[in-house]
């Protein structure tokens, strides 16, 4: 299955060359066109292979909706999100789906007056918590605080909040559907409660198994004598869409492994890595800097250099 390319890329710089290494990654459509990019500029080839599929839907945009639109029966406009202290997203698309709502809603669901909302975000994903996100929750920015966790994982956004002292925490995440759900957002919703949070889980958008076709790349460039030099995965969904793909060609990852002895598997942060090793899937490279996935690139680079001088 041939993916048109995401974009034009500017040209490699030679001395990032290690030699024409094809890397196969398995992030979703959003995340995709910023992680191709990364592995060009390092001179090496992307193949992308999508396993799930990551999207807001009619249905959880209303859901989202639900929280922001006035409450009937009150004087003053006063939506639920006013119950709330803390607003926690997990992922850059839960952030993009609460915008979707956000910008079909009539008015900013806070009133200029009221007590701070701290919004948190992981990483990067925090950049899309600008000027026009805040305005569209809040006439008075003042209201609002962005709060970003030195650690880019839920357990480090947990840590950063603090204590909860019974204070509500409403948490969009992925409804997912056709896999398993990975225990990283249980564990979430378990740590904050362990907290002192009342967290309210809200289903924001969905993670879907992108089908059984979406491991035909990986499979057709395995067969090849050269195969591919390295696959990169940014979640456990991706994993368990992968593996689950692969039973539909009558292969098991010990066979993927077999047919690409000198395959490097790389892991965006640890919370990736012990979901893909949950599943049976060994890791060989991890990203102590998982902010962004300039992390997981630059550990890959690492690794090849590191082998590239105990062979010479």
């Known amino acids: 299955m041939q993916h048109p390319p995401l974009f034009s890329f500017p040209v490699p710089s030679p001395e990032n060359s290690r030699r024409n290494c094809v890397i196969a990654f398995t992030t979703p459509q959003n995340y995709a066109p910023r ?35 006035p409450r009937a029966g009150i004087d003053e406009p006063n939506s639920f999100l006013e119950e709330f202290s803390t607003l926690a997203f997990t992922s850059r698309t839960g952030i993009t789906a609460f915008l979707q709502a956000l910008s079909i809603n009539p008015t900013p669901p806070l009133t200029p007056n009221g007590e701070i909302l701290t919004i948190a975000a992981l990483g990067n994903d925090a950049e899309l918590l600008d000027r026009d996100f805040i305005r ?57 409660s362990k907290r002192g949070w009342i967290p309210v889980r ?85 990203s102590s800097n998982f902010g962004s996935f300039d992390g997981v690139v630059d550990a890959l680079a690492h690794k090849w250099k590191s082998l590239e001088n105990q062979e010479s």
């Not at 992307?46 to 799930?52: D, G």
């Not at 995440?173 to 896999?179: C, K, Q, R, S």
Request: with cysteine.
């Open 136 to 192: 569209k929750m809040c006439e008075n920015p003042e209201r609002i605080r962005v709060l970003v966790p030195s650690i880019a994982t839920p357990s480090g956004l947990v840590e950063a909040l603090g204590i909860g002292q019974g204070r509500k925490v409403l948490c969009p995440v992925p409804l997912v559907i056709g896999l398993n759900e990975p225990p990283v957002v249980p564990k979430f919703l378990e740590d904050l």
């Open 35 to 69: 992680l191709s990019e990364l592995i060009h500029l390092k001179g090496w080839t992307p193949l992308w292979c999508p396993t799930v599929i990551v999207e807001s839907t009619e249905q959880t945009i209303s859901s989202i909706h639900q929280y922001l639109k």
């Open 202 to 286: 809200l289903d924001a958008y969905e993670t879907r198994w992108a089908g059984a076709k979406c491991a035909e790349d990986v499979v057709m460039k395995s067969e090849e004598e050269c195969g591919f030099d390295a696959i990169v995965f940014t979640s456990t969904g991706e994993v368990e869409g992968l593996l689950k793909s692969l039973e539909e060609f009558g292969l098991d990852w010990s066979m993927v492994r077999r047919r690409c002895p000198r395959m490097v598997v790389a892991a965006h942060g640890p919370v990736t890595a012990a979901g893909a090793e949950s599943l049976g899937v060994g890791i060989d490279v991890v």
